[in-house]
């Protein structure tokens, strides 16, 4: 199994890996607005958020755009039970995803572990949508990959022939890859969905180094 080796947890809307031998328990039930300012650590991570991330207004359009996103609920998580409290992991909410290693992860790419989520919802004619879908991750893949070491993200939308479906994808690296790793690494995810979302309407490949996901309503 890709994920033998981390266990797969859920806080709010976040998939969180984590090693099992290294989870423990915490009783601190500290809130986000309450939070001690945490001692420095010698962890190395980051964390990658596309700013006021924005869905196309119209079927065709590509947008890119930047916000400013609060993670310290996700940092919160790590000191509550079933979190990350160990010396690797990765949350991967909503908007964003936090990551950090007792080893350097800066400008390294890493596919694994990989975790699929697909949509439970069934599409009316999965080959007009593939035909659809495939073009747009490969455009937005482009343009993510073309982004700066601040932001490597792209959006778009794009109707769904005879069916009038609209689909919506999002694709991200993280920033401090360069271009040809943040496309390698899409490369694969994109690669993935037959796999993980063949025949549904939407999902999303989760990975250290890169995300995307699509979905037939707007998210």
Known sequence: MVCAHFKLSTAGNALILAPPQQVTSTKRTSTASSLPSPTPKTIPGFTVHPDNIKQPSRPGQQVESRSSLNVRKLVAM??????????????????CTVRYSN?????????DPLKNVPSPNNVSNPEQYKQARDPLFVNLSEKAAAGDSDL???AGNVSVPVTNET???TVRCSPDLDKQNCSDCLKESISEIPECCGGVGGGRVLRPSC????????F
């Open 78 to 95: 790590r000191r509550k039970p079933r979190s990350c409290n160990n010396k690797k992991g990765i949350i991967w909410a909503q908007s």
């Open 103 to 111: 080893i350097s992860i800066f400008g390294v790419l890493e596919y």
């Open 167 to 169: 689909i919506y994808a």
């Open 152 to 154: 490597k993200f792209a």
């Open 211 to 218: 995300y995307l996901r699509f979905e037939s309503n707007p």
